[in-house]
C-alpha cells in the first residue's frame, strides 16, 4: 500500500486463520452515511467475506454502524455491499471459488489518494491447526532469535 492510503479497517486475524495466496483491490458501493462512517474509522470486517450473486460479487457480513448524526437516510449496518472489479479479475475470482474451493477474505479497507474508499482482497484457503502451530513457532523463533542478537551485540 502507499502513504497515501488511510487504513479504516484492518482484518489481522485473516493471515492467522487462512494462507492468502494473491491479493487485489476493488471498489466498494457505498451509500453516503457508510462513507461518513468510514471516514470516521468506526467499521469491522472481521467476520466479513466475498460471496457471488447473480454473476456479481458482494461483500457479505461486514459491520459498517449507523451514522448517529443521520435522522431519516441511515443504512443497514451489515447489508451486502457491491464490489466492483474488472470483468477479468471478476472471472478469475468467480472461477476460483467455484472450482477449487478458496475463500474471499477482506484484509482491509481504506481511502487512496483520490479519497475513494477501496477494499484489499485475499484469494484465501484455510490453514489447519497444525499450520497455525507451526507459524506461531516460527514467530517466536525469530523474536528470540532477534532478542538474543541484541543481548549479545552482534
Known amino acids: 500500500m502507499r502513504s497515501a492510503d488511510r487504513f479504516v479497517a484492518q482484518n489481522r486475524r485473516a493471515r492467522h486463520d487462512y494462507v492468502i495466496e494473491d491479493t487485489l483491490e476493488a471498489g466498494l458501493v457505498l451509500q453516503g452515511t457508510e462513507v461518513k462512517v468510514l471516514r470516521k474509522g468506526q467499521a469491522s470486517i472481521a467476520e466479513a467475506y466475498a460471496d457471488e450473486s447473480g454473476g456479481e460479487l458482494f461483500l457479505v457480513n461486514a459491520n459498517i454502524p449507523e451514522y448517529s448524526s443521520s435522522a431519516h437516510f441511515n443504512?443497514?449496518?451489515?447489508?451486502?455491499?457491491?464490489?466492483?472489479?474488472?470483468?477479468?479479475?471478476?472471472?478469475?475470482?468467480?472461477?476460483?471459488?467455484?472450482?477449487?474451493?478458496?475463500?474471499?477474505?477482506?484484509?482491509?479497507?481504506?481511502?487512496?489518494?483520490?479519497?475513494?474508499?477501496?477494499?484489499?482482497?485475499?484469494l484465501a484457503r484455510g490453514k489447519r491447526k497444525a499450520d497455525k502451530r507451526e507459524a506461531e513457532k516460527a514467530r517466536d523463533w525469530q523474536r528470540s532469535r532477534a532478542r538474543i542478537m541484541r543481548e549479545h551485540g552482534a
Do not use: C, D, Q, W
Not at 477449487?100 to 483520490?114: A, K
Open 75 to 122: 443504512h443497514e449496518p451489515r447489508r451486502p455491499r457491491k464490489l466492483l472489479l474488472h470483468r477479468k479479475e471478476m472471472n478469475r475470482l468467480l472461477g476460483a471459488i467455484r472450482r477449487e474451493g478458496v475463500t474471499v477474505v477482506p484484509l482491509s479497507i481504506y481511502f487512496n489518494e483520490r479519497g475513494r474508499a477501496k477494499i484489499a482482497l485475499g
